[in-house]
C-alpha cells in the first residue's frame, strides 16, 4: 500500500566546481546512483513540473489550476470518515486502531494541501518538504494500525505493527533529519514497508475476505499512482490538470478502499469474536 504523495523538488544544479572533481569520485557518485529504483524514485522525489530537471529547488513553479485541491478536498473527508470510523468500531482497541489510521490519514491530506497549494519563502517550503515525506510513512504505518490489530492473531499483529512502524521511523529519521540521504536507503523502505502486508495476506482473508481485497487494491492503487508520476503520463491538460493531480487523485481512491477495509474490521475484529 504505497502511498507517494510527497512532493520533492528537482536536484540543484551542479556546482561548476564539481567539474574539477577527480574522475574516482564523480564515477562513485554514479556508481551509488545505480543502486536507485527510478521509476519509483522519480514517483517520491517530485521534480519541478516546469522547466525540465535543473532548477533551484525552491524556486517558484507554475502550478497547475489544480495543484493541492484535490487532497484539500480529501481532508474534511478523511476528519469525517475517521469519526465514523471510530464510533462505529467494536471495542476499545478497534476505536485505537482507528484514531491513529484517522490522524495519520488527516496529517497527509492537510499538510500536502497546504505545500501544494501555497507559495511558501524557501525556508518554510523545506519544512513542509520535510513533512510532507514523513507524512508518508506516517500514513504506511497508520494504515496498518487497524490491519495489524483487528485482522490478525496478536502474535502477528503485534509483531507486524513493530516491523511497520519501526520502519516507520527509520524512514521519517531519512526524510527529515537527513534529508541528503542516499535514495538507495529510503525509496526501497517506501516498497517492503507499503507491501508488508503480503506476509500475512492468508490471515487477512480469513478475517475478512472482502477486507483483503481491499487492502490489495489499494495498495495496487497507490502503486499506480507512482507509476503515473514516475512516467508522468497521461499528462491530459498541462496548467490545469495534469499527471500529479491524476497521482494525487489514485492516492485519494486507495486511502478510501482502505478506510471501506478499516472500516469492515472495525465492525467484526477478529479479537471479539
Aim: glycine share 10%; proline share 6%; charged share 15%.
Amino acid at each position: 500500500m504505497t502511498v507517494s504523495n510527497a512532493e520533492d523538488a528537482a536536484d540543484a544544479p551542479r556546482d561548476p566546481r564539481d567539474a574539477a572533481q577527480p574522475a574516482h569520485e564523480v564515477d562513485g557518485d554514479q556508481g551509488a546512483e545505480r543502486f536507485a529504483l527510478p521509476l519509483l524514485d522519480d514517483a517520491l522525489d517530485h521534480e519541478a513540473e516546469h522547466g525540465g530537471d535543473g532548477g533551484d529547488p525552491n524556486a517558484a513553479e507554475v502550478k497547475p489550476r489544480w495543484r493541492g485541491w484535490i487532497h484539500a478536498g480529501t481532508f474534511p473527508i478523511a476528519v469525517a470518515g475517521g469519526i465514523v470510523l471510530i464510533s462505529l468500531a467494536h471495542g476499545a482497541l478497534a476505536k485505537w486502531a482507528s484514531a491513529v489510521f484517522m490522524l495519520t490519514s488527516m496529517l497527509l491530506f492537510g499538510v500536502s494541501a497546504l505545500y501544494h497549494r501555497i507559495d511558501w519563502k524557501p525556508e518554510t517550503k523545506q519544512l513542509f518538504r520535510r513533512l510532507d515525506h514523513a507524512n508518508i510513512f506516517l500514513l504506511i504505518a497508520g494504515t496498518y494500525t487497524p490491519i495489524a490489530l483487528l485482522a490478525l492473531p496478536p502474535s502477528k499483529g503485534v509483531l507486524l505493527l513493530v516491523l511497520v512502524w519501526a520502519g516507520a521511523l527509520l524512514g521519517i529519521g531519512f526524510r527529515v533529519f537527513w534529508i541528503g540521504a542516499p535514495r538507495w536507503l529510503y525509496v526501497p523502505l517506501y516498497v517492503l514497508l507499503g507491501w508488508a502486508a503480503m506476509m500475512y495476506i492468508v490471515d487477512i482473508a480469513h478475517a475478512n475476505l472482502a477486507a483483503m481485497v481491499l487492502v490489495i487494491v489499494g495498495g495496487l492503487l497507490y502503486t499506480a499512482g507512482s507509476v503515473v508520476y514516475g512516467f508522468k503520463k497521461p499528462n491530459p491538460v498541462p496548467g490545469v490538470f495534469g499527471f500529479h493531480e491524476i497521482f494525487h487523485s489514485l492516492t485519494v481512491i486507495a486511502f478510501l478502499c482502505h478506510w471501506a477495509a478499516a472500516l469492515l474490521l472495525a465492525l467484526d475484529p477478529i479479537s471479539l469474536r
